[in-house]
């Protein structure tokens, strides 16, 4: 029990050590003093000389002043490197990701689907002669495609070209646009979408 008691203590202080550097770390980014971060979040200098140093362990609320005066998110204050993965991983199973789904179309977004973006990735797959047809996007919007598998058609107002496996193209979404499956198997697309505000 004493041994446990001791590895949680370690456990403890290397968090608050790895929360002190995350501090001076980000008051030297910004070229601040200690008196201007504790002029920043209402934490007295002294106070925050210790949390640097490692000799304080602060309660949550000073903790929240801290992130607020710098402008980030509470998590990213106190993540402990090594603990979370940089790492996001979309399962090929992942049902979430799943855009659209029926007998002659599928699409599976390849984008984390909590990010603010202005690119979309997406994996297609078209049965033979299906095809994905698009109104206009936000002006200044291209698509970005390759095929991984069949022979498709890109329209993309008025211009059309045919693309075979390993062929890519880019093209204005901004207007009328599809992708058409013009093999006699199954197709599969890589398409990235950039919106861009023109």
């Known amino acids: 029990m004493a ?56 309660t949550l609320a000073v903790t929240l002043k801290i992130a607020r005066a710098f402008g980030v998110p509470l998590a990213d204050l106190v993540a402990t490197p090594g603990v979370t993965s940089s790492v996001e991983v979309i399962r090929a ?4 990701y799943h855009y659209r789904s029926d007998t002659h179309c599928q699409i599976r977004t390849l984008s984390p689907l909590h990010l603010e973006k202005d690119v979309e990735f997406y994996e297609v797959r078209l049965q033979p002669g299906a095809s994905l047809r698009s109104s206009a996007h936000y002006k200044g919007t291209r698509e970005f495609l390759t095929v991984q598998k069949g022979r498709i058609r890109v329209e993309s107002g008025g211009d059309t070209e045919e693309l075979g496996l390993g062929d890519s ?30």
């Open 93 to 96: 199973d992942d049902r979430a």
């Open 169 to 198: 193209a880019s093209y204005r979404a901004d207007v009328a646009h599809a992708i058409t499956n013009v093999g006699t198997g199954d197709a599969v697309v890589f398409l990235v979408d950039i919106y861009r505000q023109a």
């Open 3 to 58: 041994g446990r008691s001791k590895a949680a203590r370690q456990a403890a202080e290397a968090e608050a050590g790895e929360f002190g550097k995350r501090v001076k770390q980000l008051r030297a980014e910004r070229g601040w003093s200690l008196q201007d971060l504790a002029n920043a979040c209402g934490v007295s200098r002294s106070m925050l000389s210790q949390i640097e140093r490692n000799e304080a362990n602060p």
